[in-house]
């Protein structure tokens, strides 16, 4: 069955440092790749898309790359804030045999300490 | 003021009896999706519909029931029948399903069963 899996439950990094999360997927060929952010107690929030054609997308201070061979896409933040401690999914989607529908990764949760 | 509501916040009820979970929306999308959030779990698709009047079981269907007689509306009961019913609850919507657009989240329903 379908799989992803992101690389920790928690990430605790300095204010200023680049926060790196990863999202690796198995039995899964997705033909794009969303990231979200989640603060406690709400509902997500889409921050980007990639898709299995782009290498890398960038969104201000965020950037997201997509490596289909090894099937994995890495999430940046530069230059953290403590305005950026959330929980970050990552949700693959599309391919083939797929209805579409989003497959939502556990998350990871960033704690960025001034 | 467009956007996807649920209601109520925090919701409680005695072991055995039905529930219904309010979401709508006025973003005029098609697609509508009912989650399902555990402590360490990522979120699970219950229910969704790309139409109205049209809705798809997803991946933890059992215990619950859903309708979509409206375009802006797709409520969500949780039956006697769900072992688990405890979780938070997650409505989205989406321009169109089997997409690559984001998805929408509500700000979530949090049900206690006792």
């Known amino acids: 069955s379908q799989k992803i899996e992101q690389n920790s439950e928690a990430l605790n990094i300095q204010e200023g440092k680049t926060a790196t999360l990863t999202c690796n997927y198995t039995?899964?060929?997705?033909?794009?790749l969303q990231w979200y952010r989640q603060d406690p107690g709400r509902g997500p929030v889409f921050l980007l898309l990639?898709?299995?054609?782009?290498k890398e997308k960038r969104k201000e201070r965020l950037k997201v790359t997509f490596d289909t061979t090894l099937k994995q896409s890495l999430f940046h933040i530069t230059a953290s804030q403590p305005a950026d401690s959330a929980t970050y999914l990552c949700?693959?989607?599309?391919?083939?045999?797929?209805?579409?529908?989003?497959?939502f990764g556990k998350g990871t949760k960033l704690s960025v300490k001034p | 003021d467009g956007g996807i509501t649920q209601s109520p916040k925090y919701l409680f009820r005695k072991e055995g009896q039905n529930v219904t979970l309010s979401c709508e929306q006025n973003?005029?999308?098609?697609?509508m999706y009912w989650y399902r959030q555990d402590p360490g779990q990522g979120l699970r698709l219950i229910y969704y519909?790309?139409?109205?009047?049209?809705?798809q079981k997803g991946d933890i269907a059992e215990g619950y029931s859903v309708s979509r007689e409206k375009k802006e509306s797709f409520p969500l009961t949780v039956t006697s029948a769900q072992k688990n019913p405890t979780a938070f609850y997650l409505c989205?919507?989406?321009?169109?399903?089997?997409?690559?657009?984001?998805?929408?989240f509500g700000p979530g329903t949090r049900l206690t069963v006792t």
């Open positions: 989205a919507s989406a321009p169109r399903s089997a997409s690559a657009g984001e998805q929408y």
């Open positions: 519909s790309q139409i109205v009047n049209d809705f």
């Open positions: 039995n899964y060929s997705p033909a794009y």
């Open positions: 973003l005029n999308h098609d697609a």
């Open positions: 949700a693959p989607a599309g391919g083939r045999g797929s209805q579409g529908n989003l497959i």
């Open positions: 990639i898709r299995e054609n782009e």
